[in-house]
């Protein structure tokens, strides 16, 4: 018995083609998929098609949440590859975004979850031994005066002076032409691809001094070149080479002979004439350098993964003094943590706050914050980086930052504050606008981040009265903040799935349904809330947010 | 290119068939049907299958709301032919549910729609002249001495004395014997299966005085005898004769000869040995009877329609005089909207309610009402009916007992009122149960009930400051609802359908998805008030409701 074609017509819309047999009728997954915006595919095995309401992979945390363990799951994230992140600053050893401006800028909640992710892959590689602190797998080059190799340019002389410094032991003093054109003095690196994080230490005494790394694309053996120069490159943190043809008329350099070449801005992280560490991440560097096109579209972002490139050599020019021990290693899940953690220490406002220097507007312009505004989920993410940095590099100066992050929970929205109100229930806004947007996420991750300074409390000195009373504080607001979580919480439950904040009701608009991805955050920070506060009612609702994901429907009357 | 079978899986769960083409896999509507609630049917043509996301259709008003118009499409209605009304009571002339509680009871909720469902067809009718006022084809019978037959019954003789009352004219006296068994002194009615509803006055001086409609049912000949007799039927209101076998059997008697025979509760509306109007359909009461059965389910439930019985004959028995003028006609629209009006005013409590004697508990008998509670969705349907018999019949009492009906409003839910509140936001309560159910619909109608109050000011004496200032308090309980309406009514929209209570908030729940029916009452509500309010957000969040019955959802992020 066979089936016949059919005519079908849904919701008295266009008619489409059905099959239809004995049994009954049936209706073609594309329109499955346009009406429910669902997901479908062939199983693994090519007979099956499988379909699915979400997208998305729900999780539940695998054990009580931890306030100095691992952050989630975000050891899984790369904040560096995402498509809005133009690049880790050369200056500040963080991302810089692009989301609400084309110029680069500092996004406090981005490079918290930098901070985070790269703690989090810290926390787990240490449990599995693969820890950082035993470098068994690093490389170090340069020691051999006769790496340095010093290339007799085609403009100018490389020279070389190796001697011990007090306190830095061997090093190699360069002096060679400034000109990018001037392969200076170099030192080739280890060829394995796994090893593409280079750390050293150098004094540059001049601002053209530069130092250049470069890679070869496994896929096609292109050669990029990434020349970190002294510029602040209009803002654009990494472009490519242009050529000057004549005073009017500049171009950016094709690819020739097999090569690129890019700049990126090195405004270095101590002033000129002063030793400093660098360490970069060419497998990150490389990728946001290709994707830096002046036109690029959101699916032009190149993301690479660990075997796409090798690292050929490092090259230095100008003047300058370089340690005779260049690194080359996997990981720099320390150094990205501390980075992180330490821009939030240098980058507080006297309000204790991390401000986002662009402005921000949602529901069509309805609500907008111009810039300089704070958000609940940057200070809650912030003391999460903070608390954590404090217990790992024991220093108080995390500590205090943190503690001065509280003050902007408990100043309203409408005084720069992040404090909003829902009907009389206190709320903390990742998006403090008049009138409150109240994201759930956000709201949900600033939780975290006074539960965990909230936790804290063991770790203080017995008579540091002050910080013991900032610990308390913290406490209160994170339980006032549950407080509310519990009485609003339905509000963001469709019966089919979430919503992502409540800006509808006092905007009188559809609600804001949540994608699927934005779904699966709800329900794994939930989980975790409901595990630190033992309460049923939360987790039941996770776990009803779980069958809504795959198609189980709230009950009508 | 036909198709070939194949395998599918949703969400992970059980195979079923589908069918898959060059273009693309076929699901099967039973799944759809399942899994999204969706109703599907073949066109009219025959050769189009179609699939609704909504089963109910979306109406919107035709026309700005009118306080003393037809209410909305409830002449539409048929509340006595629910499978919850018991019956209409042969004492009070409105119906008795079965809805909570198995012993028929009063329930203010239908009987003020039913009033206003007689209320609206009588408007509709007075508007293509079909009105009641001008009984062109109502039938008299009676009148002439020799249509009363007397008949010499098995049992007793029947005897008959016409002479001239004072008051009623013509009159008939009647002495015979009170069994059931006897036919007693009747007259053959007409024909015609349009005119169903007979009524006549009369003065029974003794309690086993009784009359009976014969009916002839049009399907199988099948002859039914209604006795409206004087009992309480043990709360019953209509059941089945019952034959005594022994003192200790008794049965239901079985349908014998073609006929069946039923006693219905006559209760007399006035005392034995006074005159009395009597006004019944019978249509209503046959299918009532039918469908009394003492374990009927719910689809025991016997509905009939004009033309699906005659009338054949009235008869008396026991000591009674009659007026000789039995009226037969098609409906009784302002009969039964009098009755609904009297009732409300006879049965309002001191505090202004209309008091429900049943227990009502919803979501799991975690929220339950105590016999004996009040509705604000009776509060506003009994103003609607009474605002309207105010104008209609142009008595003050009305008047009066719609404006005693606000005081409950004002009064809180754990105090014996209506008004409740969420997150500070006033709201009428149609279940006042602590904490609040907040269901919307019955708060729509409650809202459309106080603006009917307030919109009679021109109609008031310029000099009635008593009945000026409730006029006034109406006004202001309804922009309060108002205001409160367009705080609240984005918690009801899921993206895709509307909720029917935010019961879910304080019980930390499922949200109660409304089912398609309600959902157009919501949108039909909605435009009301969007009209009367003549607001734009109002407006536009209705149309965006009927969308969602289209199958338009609300974006996600
Ligand atoms: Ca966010
Ligand atoms: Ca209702």
């Given at each position: 018995?066979?089936?016949?074609?059919?005519?079908?017509?849904?919701?008295?819309?266009?008619?489409?083609?059905?099959?239809?047999?004995?049994?009954?009728?049936?209706?073609?997954?594309?329109?499955?998929?346009?009406?429910?915006?669902?997901?479908?595919?062939?199983?693994?095995?090519?007979?099956?098609?499988?379909?699915?309401?979400?997208?998305?992979?729900?999780?539940?945390?695998?054990?009580?949440?931890?306030?100095?363990?691992?952050?989630?799951?975000?050891?899984?994230?790369?904040?560096?590859?995402?498509?809005?992140?133009?690049?880790?600053?050369?200056?500040?050893?963080?991302?810089?975004?692009?989301?609400?401006?084309?110029?680069?800028?500092?996004?406090?909640?981005?490079?918290?979850?930098?901070?985070?992710?790269?703690?989090?892959?810290m926390?787990?590689d240490?449990?599995?031994?693969k820890s950082e602190a035993s470098p068994?797998?690093?490389?170090?080059?340069?020691?051999?005066?006769?790496?340095?190799?010093?290339?007799?340019?085609?403009?100018?002389?490389?020279?070389?002076?190796?001697?011990?410094?007090?306190?830095?032991?061997?090093?190699?003093?360069?002096?060679?032409?400034?000109?990018?054109?001037?392969?200076?003095?170099?030192?080739?690196?280890?060829?394995?691809?796994?090893?593409?994080?280079?750390?050293?230490?150098?004094?540059?005494?001049?601002?053209?001094?530069?130092?250049?790394?470069?890679?070869?694309?496994?896929?096609?053996?292109?050669?990029?070149?990434?020349?970190?120069?002294?510029?602040?490159?209009?803002?654009?943190?990494?472009?490519?080479?242009?050529?000057?043809?004549?005073?009017?008329?500049?171009?950016?350099?094709?690819?020739?002979?097999?090569?690129?070449?890019?700049?990126?801005?090195?405004?270095?992280?101590?002033?000129?004439?002063?030793?400093?560490?660098?360490?970069?991440?060419?497998?990150?560097?490389?990728?946001?350098?290709?994707?830096?096109?002046?036109?690029?579209?959101?699916?032009?972002?190149?993301?690479?993964?660990?075997?796409?490139?090798?690292?050929?050599?490092?090259?230095?020019?100008?003047?300058?003094?370089?340690?005779?021990?260049?690194?080359?290693r996997?990981e720099q899940h320390s150094?990205?943590?501390?980075?992180?953690?330490?821009?939030?220490?240098?980058?507080?406002?006297?309000?204790?706050?991390?401000?986002?220097?662009?402005?921000?507007?949602?529901?069509?312009?309805?609500?907008?914050?111009?810039?300089?505004?704070?958000?609940?989920?940057?200070?809650?993410?912030?003391?999460?980086?903070?608390?954590?940095?404090?217990?790992?590099?024991?220093?108080?100066?995390?500590?205090?930052?943190?503690?001065?992050?509280?003050?902007?929970?408990?100043?309203?929205?409408?005084?720069?504050?992040?404090?909003?109100?829902?009907?009389?229930?206190?709320?903390?806004?990742?998006?403090?606008?008049?009138?409150?947007?109240?994201?759930?996420?956000?709201?949900?991750?600033?939780?975290?981040?006074?539960?965990?300074?909230?936790?804290?409390?063991?770790?203080?000195?017995?008579?540091?009265?002050?910080?013991?009373?900032?610990?308390?504080?913290?406490?209160?607001?994170?339980?006032?903040?549950?407080?509310?979580?519990?009485?609003?919480?339905?509000?963001?439950?469709?019966?089919?799935?979430?919503?992502?904040?409540?800006?509808?009701?006092?905007?009188?608009?559809?609600?804001?349904?949540?994608?699927?991805?934005?779904?699966?955050?709800?329900?794994?920070?939930?989980?975790?809330?409901?595990?630190?506060?033992?309460?049923?009612?939360?987790?039941?609702?996770?776990?009803?947010?779980?069958?809504?994901?795959?198609?189980?429907?709230?009950?009508?009357?």
């Open positions: 018995p066979g089936s016949i074609e059919s005519k079908c017509i849904a919701d008295n819309g266009k008619s489409m083609k059905c099959w239809k047999d004995e049994e009954d009728v049936y209706f073609p997954v594309s329109y499955l998929k346009k009406r429910f915006d669902m997901t479908g595919k062939l199983g693994k095995d090519g007979s099956t098609f499988e379909l699915y309401t979400s997208y998305a992979k729900m999780r539940s945390p695998d054990s009580t949440y931890d306030p100095l363990g691992p952050f989630g799951h975000f050891s899984t994230y790369s904040v560096e590859t995402r498509d809005r992140v133009r690049c880790v600053s050369a200056k500040t050893d963080v991302p810089m975004s692009t989301q609400w401006d084309p110029i680069p800028y500092y996004y406090p909640i981005q490079i918290s979850q930098y901070g985070l992710q790269h703690y989090s892959r926390k787990l240490s449990i599995s031994n068994k797998d690093d490389v170090i080059l340069g020691v051999n005066s006769k790496e340095w190799k010093g290339a007799a340019g085609m403009h100018e002389t490389t020279e070389r002076l190796f001697f011990n410094d007090e306190q830095m032991g061997k090093v190699v003093n360069i002096s060679a032409g400034a000109a990018l054109a001037n392969a200076g003095a170099y030192v080739y690196l280890d060829k394995s691809p796994d090893l593409h994080v280079i750390s050293f230490d150098w004094k540059p005494y001049e601002a053209n001094s530069s130092f250049t790394v470069l890679a070869k694309m496994k896929q096609d053996d292109l050669l990029v070149l990434i020349n970190y120069v002294y510029s602040e490159g209009n803002g654009k943190c990494v472009w490519q080479e242009e050529e000057r043809i004549s005073d009017d008329y500049i171009v950016q350099k094709p690819k020739k002979d097999g090569q690129v070449s890019y700049s990126y801005s090195y405004i270095g992280n101590s002033p000129i004439g002063e030793w400093s560490t660098v360490t970069r991440d060419l497998l990150v560097d490389v990728a946001r350098a290709l994707s830096s096109g002046d036109n690029r579209k959101k699916d032009d972002n190149v993301v690479l993964h660990a075997g796409d490139l090798r690292l050929v050599s490092l090259g230095f020019r100008g003047e300058l003094t370089v340690k005779q021990k260049i690194t080359q996997r150094h990205a943590f501390y980075a992180a953690a330490d821009w939030l220490v240098k980058n507080q406002n006297d309000r204790g706050g991390w401000s986002v220097p662009v402005e921000r507007s949602i529901a069509e312009r309805k609500l907008v914050l111009p810039p300089g505004w704070h958000s609940a989920m940057a200070q809650g993410h912030g003391i999460s980086v903070l608390t954590r940095a404090f217990k790992h590099f024991n220093d108080e100066k995390y500590l205090k930052s943190a503690a001065k992050a509280l003050k902007l929970f408990k100043i309203n929205s409408s005084d720069g504050g992040v404090r909003g109100e829902f009907f009389g229930n206190i709320w903390y806004e990742e998006y403090p606008t008049t009138p409150g947007s109240f994201v759930l996420n956000g709201f949900l991750y600033s939780l975290i981040g006074l539960y965990d300074l909230s936790q804290l409390e063991l770790m203080i000195d017995e008579n540091d009265e002050t910080m013991r009373a900032k610990i308390q504080e913290a406490q209160e607001l994170y339980s006032a903040g549950v407080r509310s979580l519990k009485q609003l919480l339905p509000l963001y439950d469709t019966g089919s799935g979430t919503i992502y904040d409540l800006r509808h009701v006092a905007l009188g608009t559809a609600p804001n349904l949540a994608r699927w991805d934005y779904h699966a955050v709800h329900v794994y920070l939930l989980k975790w809330i409901a595990g630190i506060e033992k309460d049923e009612v939360l987790s039941k609702t996770a776990d009803r947010w779980i069958g809504y994901a795959y198609g189980k429907r709230a009950k009508h009357n």
